[in-house]
């Protein structure tokens, strides 16, 4: 906590009368921004790179943080979303994480276009404080393809943003300029001028389109910024200045930050406001003081840095309670990024054994780690520390935030100021902006899936949850009520599990019947909103597995736990075809019917009228068969059986016993159409199943092994995909020990992670 001795000028209370303001103060800001502050969480995604083929997996690791960059233990459920560059959603996973981390995959599929995509990532407590407190980052996926245009259109954003958020007359003023041409950052140069076109400043780019410039302010006068990039001239009117305030200009100096307050003499004059400052980090407080404005004399603060927050941290000016200015200001305190080392141990066949370093680590470290070619150029759009320390007390999208923690950058910190310099601020009453720091609590923390339900009539008060391996997940009581909810379930989607009453002495007979709502704890609305430089979204406990099948339970109906995820035919059907073959040698030639719930209650012939228009026929009363279309036969096979008249007499299938429905035209066999049907396991053993199957709409996506590409050497980007190592932990020495496959070119590691102690790690190493 920052001390008041490193104030270094006159925070003096003179009255009473002073004292009562401060205590308005206190009161209304700070015991309200001390009271119940919000837990924060913080979200990154590494990946295994940041370019793809349209054939690629892309692998991730999740990190989800608190606001001290300290694994949060209070989520358990990410949600990672792939979007395209105008906004369309791919597809969402949702991310199992365990003490901070876990791992999934994005399966590319062909139908993708070449171009830029994006990685967003937001847990649901996240949404407490507003849509742009989420994780974004982009990646390309396949060649890009530019449309030309009939006419080189540009989309021009050109915006001021002065410093603390408003101009003072009579006083010198600083101004950022912000320019992007189609959404990025464009080169330019201009002028500031008076009403007679006196240029009183001049500016340039010297970042990503960003620049600043200083003047004084005169005292009735307007000005405009005169600004030339593309050919294109624009003229923009600089904001008009306030007669009475204060203005506030924030440096930096190795060691401190320099704070330095000016008023003018119309203030001084009309001396009956009260000024207060406040540092701090979104709802965490540094410090506090007032102001006594003596005269128009400039008011310099030097403050150490180490008695900042890591990262970005707010001043903010109040006057009578209300703020009316505010100045972001970056701290990097280095001593908290741990220093990574990299040593080859031995060859062992095509793998080489390397052991990683973490100098100086307190406790355990959690990384991952991207292997790739040492041609690939040292770069990367994001990395932990611009996800923990920068881009969650931003406004709007940052174009490559990694840029800034960049030590080959030498500039990087002065580019950052002049980021924030450009962040704007809209001036809030204090209510506001008490609310706006320290949000009210609205959304939950998600600790796994719900399962919810009614059952009659009640066989027991004791109704358990049971997986398919016959070990109970989770067991609660009814306390004689029908209906039911099983919270907090670490279930995947494709997951079984049973139901079953629970009595100690004896069987107990099974529900007449039982209606089963699988729900999410949170249905999030994903959507992607695009303007010049901004994208948002608008929008696991562990349990003991205890043996458990025995004469004391009942068995109810086994429930298929399954998701909904946006249709890839292509992967479906290898699936069912690997499943298959052995019953159905041609299965290749079959495509595979979606069935919906709607006819879980029917029987197959009844699906096959309805849907495929296929109809049960008499020839004269000798024999049966199915008929499609104008008199044209339809085959049917059932597990690889084909159905003749004397079968599909009989034939009384429930679709609830079918697994899967597969259709090809004009089979090898003869007729229109063939359908091969193959039922559900319980079925061919003639178990029967007194309840319907349901799906279960949510769960966790399940993460795959990871398997290397074959490199292809002639990929014209020259990346090389060696490796990705997502979950590597080091002993309390901050030492692990991996494998890599051998790469006769030499390495290139993007190493990434967290220690339990809120220590961030993020190195770029090239192994020869």
Do not use: C
């Not at 949600?79 to 369309?88: N, P």
């Amino acid at each position: 906590m920052m001390q008041n001795r490193f104030l270094l000028f006159y925070f003096i209370l003179f009255s009473s009368i002073a004292t009562i303001a401060q205590n308005k103060f206190t009161d209304s800001i700070i015991t309200a921004l001390q009271k119940e502050p919000l837990f924060f969480e913080k979200v990154f995604i590494h990946t295994n790179k940041i370019k793809y083929n349209q054939e690629d997996t892309i692998w991730f690791k999740a990190y989800v943080s608190s606001n001290e960059n300290t694994p949060s233990l209070k989520t358990t459920l990410l949600y990672v979303s792939l979007f395209s560059e105008t906004g369309a959603l791919i597809e969402t996973q949702n991310i199992l994480i365990n003490k901070g981390v876990g791992i999934g995959q994005f399966e590319l599929f062909h139908s993708l276009k070449g171009g830029n995509y994006y990685l967003q990532a937001q847990t649901n407590f996240m949404k407490n404080f507003g849509e742009a407190n989420v994780f974004v980052s982009k990646i390309s996926i396949g060649n890009a393809v530019e449309e030309k245009a009939e006419t080189n259109e540009f989309l021009y954003d050109v915006q001021l943003f002065p410093e603390g958020g408003f101009l003072l007359e009579n006083v010198e003023n600083v101004v950022a300029v912000k320019v992007l041409t189609n959404g990025l950052g464009n080169n330019f140069s201009g002028k500031i001028v008076d009403s007679n076109n006196n240029e009183v400043a001049h500016f340039k780019n010297v970042y990503s389109g960003m620049a600043k410039s200083k003047f004084h302010y005169k005292e009735l006068e307007k000005y405009q910024a005169i600004i030339a990039t593309n050919d294109s001239v624009f003229r923009v009117d600089v904001p008009l200045a306030k007669k009475q305030g204060v203005a506030i200009t924030v440096s930096d100096d190795k060691d401190f930050i320099t704070l330095q307050l000016q008023t003018n003499t119309q203030t001084i004059q009309n001396a009956n406001d009260d000024y207060f400052i406040l540092f701090h980090q979104n709802n965490k407080l540094v410090n506090y003081a007032d102001v006594v404005l003596v005269d128009t004399s400039k008011i310099k603060l030097k403050l150490n840095k180490k008695d900042f927050f890591n990262g970005v941290n707010t001043v903010t000016v109040f006057k009578n309670n209300t703020p009316v200015l505010e100045r972001k200001f970056f701290v990097y305190k280095s001593n908290t990024k741990k220093e990574v080392k990299i040593e080859k141990l031995l060859e062992v066949k095509d793998s080489i054994a390397f052991k990683m370093l973490i100098k100086d680590t307190s406790g355990v470290a959690n990384i991952s780690a991207s292997v790739l070619s040492n041609t690939v150029e040292l770069d990367e759009n994001a990395s932990i520390e611009s996800a923990f320390l920068l881009t969650p007390y931003l406004k709007g999208y940052i174009e490559k935030p990694s840029y800034y923690f960049n030590t080959n950058n030498k500039n990087r910190f002065n580019h950052l100021d002049l980021l924030l310099l450009t962040q704007g601020w809209t001036q809030y009453s204090s209510t506001e902006y008490v609310h706006n720091l320290n949000p009210k609590y609205k959304y939950n923390f998600e600790m796994g899936f719900k399962l919810s339900g009614y059952v009659k009539p009640l066989g027991s008060n004791n109704l358990a949850l049971i997986s398919e391996d016959n070990k109970i997940i989770d067991k609660i009581f009814l306390n004689n009520k029908l209906d039911f909810t099983f919270k907090n379930l670490l279930i995947y989607k494709g997951d079984s599990v049973k139901l079953s009453f629970v009595k100690p002495d004896k069987a107990l007979a099974k529900p007449e019947n039982m209606v089963l709502d699988s729900v999410s704890n949170y249905k999030m609305k994903f959507q992607l909103k695009k303007n010049a430089s901004n994208y948002s979204l608008s929008k696991q406990e562990n349990y003991s597995h205890v043996d458990f099948y025995q004469s004391n339970t009942t068995t109810l109906d086994t429930v298929n736990v399954s998701g909904k995820v946006k249709s890839r035919a292509y992967f479906e059907k290898k699936k069912l075809v690997n499943k298959y073959k052995k019953i159905t040698s041609d299965i290749g030639k079959y495509m595979p019917l979606e069935v919906s719930d709607y006819y879980k209650n029917e029987f197959l012939l009844r699906y096959l009228e309805r849907e495929e228009g296929v109809k049960l026929v008499n020839w004269k009363g000798l024999e049966w068969y199915l008929e499609v279309g104008v008199k044209k036969e339809a085959l049917l096979f059932i597990d690889g059986k084909r159905m003749e008249s004397e079968d599909l007499a009989g034939l009384k299938l429930e679709m609830k016993d079918i697994e899967s429905v597969m259709m090809q035209p004009y089979p090898k066999e003869g007729g229109a159409v063939a359908y091969q049907v193959f039922t559900k396991d319980n079925y061919k053993k003639g178990i029967i199943e007194l309840y319907q199957n349901y799906v279960f709409e949510y769960g966790y996506n399940a993460a795959k092994k990871y398997y290397t590409p074959i490199n292809d050497f002639n990929f014209q980007n020259e990346i090389q995909e060696i490796d990705w190592k997502p979950i590597l932990e080091t002993n309390a020495n901050g030492e692990v020990v991996f494998k890599v496959k051998q790469y006769n070119s030499g390495y290139t590691f993007y190493v990434q992670g967290f220690t339990k102690a809120g220590a961030l790690i993020s190195e770029i190493m090239v192994v020869e």
